[in-house]
């Protein structure tokens, strides 16, 4: 990762009272080998994304938000071979799985398996809406 990054980044949080908020999350200081961090520019919302953050069933607290977005990819872990900085790219992650990690996060750490390239004239909005619904 550069030095330039932010440490702290704001994102869609689950709450103990079945809501969300909006909260600052810190920054993890190394990729792990094979993933990717992307400046996100547009988010897919799936139901997953709602269930898992209002019903009681399915919420944890304190969890970052949201599985689907498109961006541009700001740092490249070890090992990652088919992308590099500046690509513009959309993917999906276990948005709710994570206190650190999830879609609706102003960056978002990808698997290199889990993303592709936006095609050409491909807008951030169009790349955010493919993931979940198209493995789906």
């Not at 704001?10 to 094979?34: C, F, H, Y």
């Not at 959309?90 to 990808?110: M, Q, R, W």
């Not at 169009?126 to 993931?131: D, F, K, L, N, S």
Request: hydrophobic fraction near 40%.
């Amino acid at each position: 990762m550069t030095s330039s990054l932010p440490n702290s980044y704001k994102a869609v949080v689950t709450q103990p009272d079945l809501s969300v908020k909006v909260q600052e999350i810190q920054r993890k200081t190394d990729l792990p080998e094979g993933q990717l961090l992307v400046k996100v520019k547009a988010v897919g919302i799936n139901p997953t994304d709602w269930k898992h953050a209002f019903q009681k069933q399915l919420q944890y607290a304190d969890r970052v938000v949201g599985c689907d977005s498109a961006g541009e990819v700001v740092a490249v872990g070890k090992g990652i071979t088919q992308f590099k900085v500046g690509d513009r790219v959309a993917g999906v992650t276990h948005g709710s799985k994570s206190e650190e990690n999830g879609a609706f996060a102003e960056y978002v750490i990808l698997k290199e398996h889990a993303i592709f390239k936006l095609a050409p004239g491909m807008s951030f909005e169009e790349g955010a809406a493919w993931p979940v619904p198209d493995f789906t």
